[in-house]
């Protein structure tokens, strides 16, 4: 069988059929290649352009206008406003006690009573003496007369007798006064008395010199002060005698009773404490908040020994210095209602809530919507297109999880209070609204 070669251009066409095919089959790769870039492309817009358009949702609100205050709370407790120390003028025996502890008196009640008879006795020989002294000074100017000598050798004697008595006296109240029970200005009366004494028996003596040898002048002279002296220790005995009698010098309870019958109370030692029926909390504030407060201020005390949970007081004093070693300074606080302040008792504890500060109708933030920045402060705020923006705020007062804002908001300002952790500066956020404080 005999073989045909192909010619040339049969060999030529079919060279170029192929390279046909192989150019179309390239163009329609980079066709599929085009048509998937392009999907993969289109799909990535529509990808970002989703992203776009979700937004973040934060919560926004404006700021309240709110009263606010600022109070602090003391420790303290109730006190008397007048305590009363009843100390005897002077020294002796308790003959009565007229009252018991815990009884209410008023001013000039008697107390207790100290034995008065050694006192009595002076006053009546003292009366006695001016009597004597007014008789031989009226019988000096008239001139001796018979019986005169005996009447003037009586009194001497009677004279005699007192000086002896208040010498006993005196040494009685020095041996007290050695003991503690006697003051020094109470030993210096007895030694006057004691004194008088002694210059009435010269003046007696004096006397009977004048009825034996004549009166003159000088021993008229010397009977007129005689006579004056006599009022004196008459108005001694008197003053001994009526402080015996110990009172009470206000109106108020009696806290304290020393004086037990038939003891001895002397004039260094309280006998009684009388405390004034009104009471009155005092505690004390530091010095951060003493220039911060005023006498007059009203402040709500917590007695828990009280039903009333709550009383209303007011700052009536403020002390100008702390005590020794301390850094608070006293404050007395007055209860406005009386008949309250009458069931308390000194030494209960309480509890003082005290305004330091205060700002009516305040701009006001919850806390969570304040970002600090060093030592600044900083919130959101949402503005025009829903676009966030930074603010600096001065804050002020801090009151129920809200802080006052000083500076740098308006009322209508719209403030992120929640959702800050997902969002900056800038960003295109989505809102929802809360009420402001008071709208509700």
């Known amino acids: 069988m005999a073989y045909n070669q192909p010619d040339k251009n049969s060999i030529q066409n079919h060279q170029k059929g192929r390279k046909k095919l192989i150019w179309g089959i390239s163009l329609a790769l980079v066709l599929v290649i085009l048509t998937a870039a392009a999907a993969s492309s289109w799909e990535a817009s529509e990808e970002d352009e989703e992203e776009k358009e979700e937004k973040e949702l934060v919560g926004v609100q404006v700021p309240d206008i709110i009263d606010m205050e600022e109070t ?3 420790i303290g407790q109730i006190e008397t406003t007048d305590r009363r120390i009843v100390i005897p003028e ?6 009565h006690v007229h009252v018991e502890e815990g009884d209410v008196v008023s001013p000039g009640q008697m107390l207790f009573t100290l ?9 009546e020989e003292a009366q006695a003496a001016k009597r004597g002294a007014e008789a031989q000074l009226k019988e000096a100017k008239k001139g001796a007369r018979e019986g005169e000598l005996v009447e003037a050798e009586s009194t001497v004697e009677t004279a005699r007798k007192s000086k002896e008595q208040a010498r006993r006296e005196l040494e009685r ?7 503690g029970f006697v003051s020094d200005q109470e030993i210096e009366q007895v030694e006057m008395q004691y004194e008088n004494a002694r210059e009435q028996l010269k003046s007696a003596e004096a006397y009977l010199d ?3 040898e004549g009166a003159r002048q ?3 002279d010397a009977l007129s002060t005689q006579v004056e002296q006599t009022e004196t220790a008459i108005e001694l005995a008197e003053r001994a005698v009526d402080r015996t009698r110990v009172t009470s010098p206000a109106g108020g309870e009696v806290a304290l009773l020393e ?7 002397g004039t260094a030692e309280p006998a009684a404490i009388i405390n004034a029926p009104i009471k009155q909390a005092t505690a004390a504030v530091p010095e951060t908040y003493v220039n911060r407060i005023a006498e007059g201020d009203r402040v709500k005390v917590e007695v828990p020994s009280l039903e009333e949970s709550m009383v209303d007081g007011i700052i009536s004093k403020i002390g100008s210095l702390p005590p020794e070693g301390g850094s608070s300074y006293p404050v007395e606080i007055m209860f406005e209602d009386e008949e309250v302040s009458k069931k308390l008792r000194s030494g209960m504890y309480c509890r003082a809530e005290i305004t330091v500060a205060s700002s009516l109708e305040a701009l006001a933030v919850p806390r969570q919507a304040l970002m600090r920045e060093g030592e600044k402060y900083q919130v959101y705020l949402v503005v025009e297109d829903n676009i966030l923006e930074t603010r600096e705020v001065n804050t002020g007062l801090s009151q129920d999880g809200k802080v006052e804002i000083i500076s740098g908001l308006e009322e209508d300002d719209q403030v992120v209070i929640e959702g800050l952790e997902e969002v900056g500066p800038g960003d295109k956020v989505e809102k929802t609204e809360q009420i402001r404080l008071g709208e509700q």
Do not use: F, N, P
């Open 210 to 212: 004048t009825v034996q």
């Open 115 to 123: 034995e008065d008879r050694d006192y009595r006795l002076q006053l």
């Open 218 to 220: 000088e021993q008229i």
């Open 173 to 179: 109240v020095e041996e007290l006064h050695k003991e």
């Open 90 to 95: 002077m020294s002796g025996k308790v003959e």
């Open 72 to 74: 602090t709370s003391i």
């Open 259 to 265: 004086a037990k019958e038939g003891q001895l109370v």
